[in-house]
């Protein structure tokens, strides 16, 4: 079978619908290279057939900024641990007790000295005897006291007229307190010592006189009640008994004339009645 030449025209219908097909292919190959640039971010080049073509060039955004790994710098800190410091003291040495304070409740200070004046009396159980005298008080604690007394005394002489015996006495005791001295108010006490005694017996009548000494234990108790620091009132009661000395009965009295009068016996006891005011310093 043998094909008729084509002619020119034919030629150059040909010749276009090939120059319209590649020129369709050329631009579908662009979009499709562009379509793949976009979705590959960036791409570039010349796509085309001898002077035909189309250039396609897609700019690539700029690269990433490069990844900067921050480290945290580790920073090692010397430590410095102080050991405690462990001073040892030394011993504290005993101190000496404190000598023993005379102080009242509300912290006033007890005086130690007392210095008073009494009204003194016996009661014998053949007669009474009355005078005065004054003691003197040391006060060693705050609740023991050491004491000294001078006293005299005479028998009633309204009792009788004709005789009357006369005691000049002189003694020493210890005095407890039943709580710490105060400075104001009541102290209760108790009391014990030893008083000597100087008896004498005179006749009125005759001028006719004869002594005698004896010693006498006595005890009891009393209250000082200290209207100030410096001020105070004191009563006391103690019980007296001869242990030694002379017994001379009346001496020159006769029972006629000795009425009233206490007699020398050394177990004729008294009882001791006294009252008196005292200053402290």
Excluded at 61 to 86: F, G, K, N, Y
Excluded at 93 to 108: H, I, K, S, T
Excluded at 174 to 188: I, R, T, W
Excluded at 224 to 231: G, H, K, Q
Aim: include cysteine.
């Amino acid at each position: 079978m043998t094909l008729a030449p084509w002619n020119r025209d034919e030629w150059r219908f040909a010749m276009k619908r090939f120059a319209f097909s590649l020129l369709v292919s050329l631009v579908a190959s662009a979009f499709t290279l562009i379509d793949t640039a976009e979705a590959q971010v960036c791409a570039g080049g010349f796509v085309g057939v001898g002077p035909l073509g189309v250039g396609v060039v897609v700019d690539c955004p700029p690269p990433p900024p490069p990844v900067v790994v921050v480290r945290p710098r580790r920073v090692v800190r010397r430590v410095v641990v102080q050991q405690p410091v462990v001073v040892q003291q030394p011993a504290a040495r005993p101190l000496p007790p404190p000598p023993p304070a005379v102080m009242a409740p509300r912290g006033n200070m007890v005086p130690r000295w007392t210095l008073g004046v009494m009204m003194d009396s016996s009661s014998y159980g053949d007669g009474g005897m009355a005078g005065g005298g004054v003691y003197a008080r040391f006060l060693m604690s705050d609740q023991l006291a050491l004491e000294g007394h001078l006293s005299g005394q005479d028998s009633c002489t309204n009792c009788n007229e004709l005789a009357h015996r006369s005691d000049a006495r002189a003694g020493i005791a210890g005095l407890y307190f039943l709580n710490p001295v105060q400075a104001e108010g009541m102290n209760l006490y108790v009391k014990g010592g030893i008083t000597s005694n100087q008896i004498t017996y005179t006749n009125d009548y005759s001028g006719e006189a004869e002594s005698a000494s004896q010693v006498n234990f006595e005890a009891g108790g009393g209250i000082e009640w200290r209207l100030a620091p410096w001020l105070s009132l004191n009563v006391e009661v103690t019980a007296m008994s001869a242990v030694s000395g002379e017994e001379i009965g009346r001496g020159p009295l006769d029972d006629h004339i000795g009425n009233g009068i206490p007699s020398s016996d050394l177990g004729n006891g008294a009882v001791n009645f006294r009252m008196g005011i005292a200053a402290h310093f």
